[in-house]
C-alpha cells in the first residue's frame, strides 16, 4: 500500500484518539502516505500530525448531505490514486466519498449498514465492555476479526478492573515554539509569567461540563499560592459564557473563548504550565502535547476516552449513577461534577505549578 485516505471524525478529541491508527499503517506500510479529509474545525489538529502529509479542510456541514459538495471533492480526490480508505465516522454520508472517488479498499466500522459503500467492514464493538477509542480506530489496520494484542490487554485489565490503558502509540503533536511566541504577543500574554489554562467547554453537552463557580473557586486558589501565574480560558464561542461567568467570579481569568482559532489554541496549550479541562477535543489536545493536566469527568468514562499521558491527572468521583453518557444529567443533580470540589483539583495542579517553578 503505497498512500492512503483517512475520513477523518468530526470532533478533535476523537481525531487524536485515531492518530495511533495512523502510526500503525505507517509501522505496517514504511512507504505509505496518508493524507486527511476533516471538518476545517477539526483540520488544525491533523495538520500537527507528522503521520499526516496533506489535509483536505472541508466545509461540508454536520449531519448534511452535500451531495454535490461531495462529488466536486471526490473528483479532485480520484486523481490522486489512492489505494485504500479508512472512514472513521459511522455515518452512511461520511462513506460516500471514498467510494465516488473510486477508492479500491473501503475500509470502516459497519455503523449504518453501508453494504457497497465499504467492502472491508469491521463489526461494530458492543456498547457494553467497550475497548478505548485508540483501539477501537486502531483494530482498522489489521483485517476484521483479527486477534488484537491491545483488545486482549484492554479485556484482561477491565476482568481485573483495572483502568490499565492498552498498549498502544500515544497521540502526539508537533508544536512550534515561535508559533506560540507570536500568539501569546498578540494576547500580551508575558511568556516569562506561568500560565494556567482553563478549558471550561465540552462539545457534548452540560453533564460534561464542571460549574463554573468550582473554576473561579480555583483560580482564587491559583491567585492565592502562586500569585504570579496568569490563567487564560480557551474554547469556542459556545464556551464563551462559561468562561466569562468563571471570569465574573474570578477576575484575574482572562476569558479568551471564541478568541483564538483552533491552531492558537493548541499553541498557547503547547505553552502551559498546567491545563484544567473538562473532558473534551482541548483535554485530548493538551495531553497529545505532554503538558501537564487535571482532567475533569463527570457523566463519562475516563476508561474510555482518557487522556493519553503520563503528565496526566484524571478527577472522577465514580458515583453510582456514573458514567451515565448522558447529554444532561438524568436525574437532575450533576452531583457527579458538583460534589468534585475545586479543593480536590488544586490538589493536583499545585504539584503541577511547583514543579514548573
Given at each position: 500500500?503505497?498512500?492512503?485516505?483517512?475520513?477523518?471524525?468530526?470532533?478533535?478529541?476523537?481525531?487524536?484518539?485515531?492518530?495511533?491508527?495512523?502510526?500503525?499503517?505507517?509501522?505496517?506500510?514504511?512507504?505509505?502516505?496518508?493524507?486527511?479529509?476533516?471538518?476545517?474545525?477539526?483540520?488544525?489538529?491533523?495538520?500537527?500530525?507528522?503521520?499526516?502529509?496533506d489535509v483536505y479542510a472541508t466545509d461540508l456541514a454536520h449531519g448534511k448531505?452535500?451531495?454535490?459538495?461531495?462529488?466536486?471533492?471526490?473528483?479532485?480526490?480520484?486523481?490522486?490514486?489512492?489505494?485504500?480508505?479508512?472512514?472513521?465516522?459511522?455515518?452512511?454520508?461520511?462513506?460516500?466519498?471514498?467510494?465516488?472517488?473510486?477508492?479500491?479498499?473501503?475500509?470502516?466500522?459497519?455503523?449504518?449498514?453501508?453494504?457497497?459503500?465499504?467492502?472491508?467492514?469491521?463489526?461494530?464493538?458492543?456498547?457494553?465492555?467497550?475497548?478505548?477509542?485508540?483501539?477501537?480506530?486502531?483494530?482498522?489496520?489489521?483485517?476484521?476479526?483479527?486477534?488484537?494484542?491491545?483488545?486482549?490487554?484492554?479485556?484482561?485489565?477491565?476482568d481485573?478492573?483495572?483502568?490499565?490503558?492498552?498498549?498502544?502509540?500515544?497521540?502526539?503533536?508537533e508544536s512550534d515554539p515561535n508559533e506560540a511566541a507570536r500568539v501569546s504577543a498578540r494576547f500580551n500574554l508575558d511568556t516569562r509569567a506561568p500560565l494556567v489554562v482553563f478549558c471550561p467547554g465540552a462539545e457534548y453537552g452540560p453533564a460534561k461540563r464542571w460549574p463554573p463557580e468550582h473554576f473561579a473557586s480555583l483560580a482564587q486558589f491559583v491567585a492565592q499560592s502562586f500569585p504570579y501565574a496568569r490563567i487564560v480560558a480557551l474554547g469556542s464561542n459556545k464556551d464563551s459564557a462559561a468562561a466569562q461567568a468563571i471570569a465574573e467570579?474570578?477576575?484575574?481569568?482572562?476569558?479568551?473563548?471564541?478568541?483564538?482559532?483552533?491552531?492558537?489554541?493548541?499553541?498557547?496549550?503547547?505553552?502551559?504550565s498546567a491545563v484544567v479541562t473538562n473532558d473534551s477535543g482541548l483535554m485530548h489536545v493538551a495531553a497529545a502535547l505532554k503538558r501537564p493536566l487535571v482532567a475533569v469527568y463527570g457523566s463519562t468514562d475516563p476508561r474510555h476516552t482518557p487522556p493519553l499521558s503520563d503528565l496526566a491527572k484524571v478527577q472522577w468521583l465514580h458515583l453510582e449513577c456514573s458514567p451515565c453518557f448522558a447529554r444532561e444529567c438524568p436525574l437532575g443533580h450533576l452531583n457527579c461534577l458538583r460534589e468534585l470540589s475545586a479543593e480536590q483539583v488544586f490538589a493536583d495542579l499545585r504539584g503541577m505549578l511547583l514543579a514548573h517553578r
Open positions: 500500500m503505497r498512500r492512503a485516505l483517512v475520513i477523518a471524525p468530526n470532533w478533535i478529541g476523537d481525531a487524536l484518539m485515531a492518530q495511533p491508527l495512523f502510526t500503525l499503517l505507517k509501522k505496517l506500510h514504511p512507504r505509505i502516505t496518508i493524507d486527511a479529509v476533516a471538518p476545517s474545525w477539526v483540520a488544525p489538529v491533523l495538520e500537527r500530525m507528522p503521520e499526516i502529509h448531505l452535500q451531495l454535490l459538495r461531495r462529488w466536486q471533492l471526490a473528483s479532485d480526490l480520484r486523481d490522486v490514486g489512492y489505494d485504500a480508505a479508512y472512514v472513521l465516522p459511522n455515518s452512511m454520508k461520511s462513506a460516500l466519498l471514498p467510494w465516488m472517488a473510486g477508492i479500491r479498499l473501503r475500509i470502516g466500522y459497519k455503523g449504518e449498514s453501508r453494504y457497497g459503500l465499504l467492502n472491508v467492514r469491521h463489526a461494530n464493538p458492543p456498547k457494553t465492555d467497550r475497548p478505548p477509542m485508540t483501539a477501537h480506530y486502531a483494530a482498522l489496520a489489521y483485517a476484521p476479526g483479527a486477534k488484537l494484542p491491545f483488545i486482549d490487554k484492554f479485556a484482561q485489565a477491565h481485573a478492573q483495572t483502568t490499565d490503558a492498552p498498549l498502544l502509540p500515544v497521540p502526539r503533536l467570579r474570578a477576575p484575574n481569568v482572562r476569558n479568551l473563548c471564541g478568541q483564538t482559532s483552533l491552531g492558537e489554541a493548541c499553541a498557547l496549550i503547547a505553552r502551559a
